[in-house]
């Protein structure tokens, strides 16, 4: 049995006060650094001696990375709380999805020490904001001693636990463009018990005209080794006439493109049934709140 009350390994402690002295501090220690946010995923992982990092850079003393702004959409710093998502009335009534990915996150105080950003990047198959954030056409920002530079989130992941960040660099925003009129969204999450990582979630962006579903966008988490964007699902429903019987079949073809497998959360089986029911259901919510906008 590990105990998991120590940190079993010893390391260097870093706290600076600006992006730039980060990513350098970062780019000197290379692969045996690891960047601190919230702790909720690496002190987990350091207590477990999964990763033994000789260098700790806490980036939670960086005011430039803590922001939060609605203007042509929504600009979030990567030190943003899924607690300051759950409590923003602007997030709840334009960015849904985003709302309701950070308020399924399992317990409040998860939620007032784990970051958006160190959500994204821990990686996990089964997070709860990526697939919002998918859905929602976001993109990041990253920076290292180099310079920016900026990708869409659905590109940002290769493999459980992996991304495209390089040594030394940061995550430093994230971008979710304005959803335009008549535009809505839901996610939705099955877990074991009500505090959990997600078996399943689902997100789905739709905007409307009239009676016609004009765009599409659905992600779904736990069901591949990465957040993925359901394509084949989305492309049942953009440009037709809105009806249930769509939505049931998108949940089909979403049941076809994912690539579940079975671990301690569910069965590869019943990840694919279940798939069907969530992705009828977020697009018949986001379907409502669309017309509702
Ligand atoms: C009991 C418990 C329950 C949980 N329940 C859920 C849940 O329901 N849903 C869910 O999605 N997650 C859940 N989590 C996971 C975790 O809380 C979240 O993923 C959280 O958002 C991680 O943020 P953090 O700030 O704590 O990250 P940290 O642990 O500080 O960092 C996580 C990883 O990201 C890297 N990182 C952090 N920020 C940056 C950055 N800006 N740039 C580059 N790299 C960075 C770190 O180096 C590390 O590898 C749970 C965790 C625990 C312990």
């Not at 900026?150 to 463009?177: C, R, S, Y």
């Not at 997600?198 to 966008?217: G, L, P, S, T």
Request: with cysteine; glycine share 8%; hydrophobic share 45%.
């Amino acid at each position: 049995m590990v105990n998991t009350h120590i940190l079993p390994q010893e390391f260097s402690y870093h706290e600076p006060h600006t992006l730039a002295e980060a990513v350098s501090l970062l780019q000197a220690q290379g692969s045996s650094a690891k960047v601190l946010a919230g702790g909720t995923d690496l002190l987990v992982l350091m207590k477990l001696g999964k990763v033994q990092p000789r260098h700790i850079v806490s980036i939670s003393k960086i005011p430039a990375l803590r922001f939060q702004t609605e203007r042509d959409g929504l600009s979030l710093g990567p030190l943003v709380l899924h607690r300051d998502l759950e409590k923003s009335q602007g997030v709840r009534e334009k960015f849904t999805a985003l709302f309701e990915a950070a308020r399924s996150v399992t317990s409040v105080q998860v939620r007032n020490m784990g970051t958006l950003g160190g959500n994204i990047c821990h990686a996990s198959p089964a997070a709860d904001s990526p697939p919002a954030l998918i859905a929602l056409g976001a993109q990041i920002k990253i920076e290292g001693v180099g310079g920016g530079r900026a990708m869409l989130l659905e590109d940002f992941f290769t493999g459980p636990g992996k991304t495209d960040l390089k040594p030394g660099e940061v995550l430093a925003e994230i971008q979710v463009p304005d959803p335009g009129p008549a535009s809505g969204s839901a996610f939705l999450k099955l877990t074991r018990v009500a505090a959990d990582l997600a078996k399943v979630n689902v997100a789905a962006f739709i905007q409307r005209d009239q009676e016609v579903c004009r765009e599409c966008r659905i992600a779904s988490g736990a069901v591949a080794p990465t957040p993925m964007r359901l394509k084949q699902a989305e492309a049942v429903l953009r440009g037709k006439r809105f009806e249930e019987a769509l939505c049931r079949l998108a949940g089909e073809k979403a049941a076809e493109e994912i690539q579940p497998i079975t671990d301690i959360r569910s069965t590869a089986g019943y990840r694919r049934e279940v798939i069907k029911v969530l992705v009828r259901d977020a697009l018949l919510q986001a379907w409502v709140r669309a017309g509702r906008a």
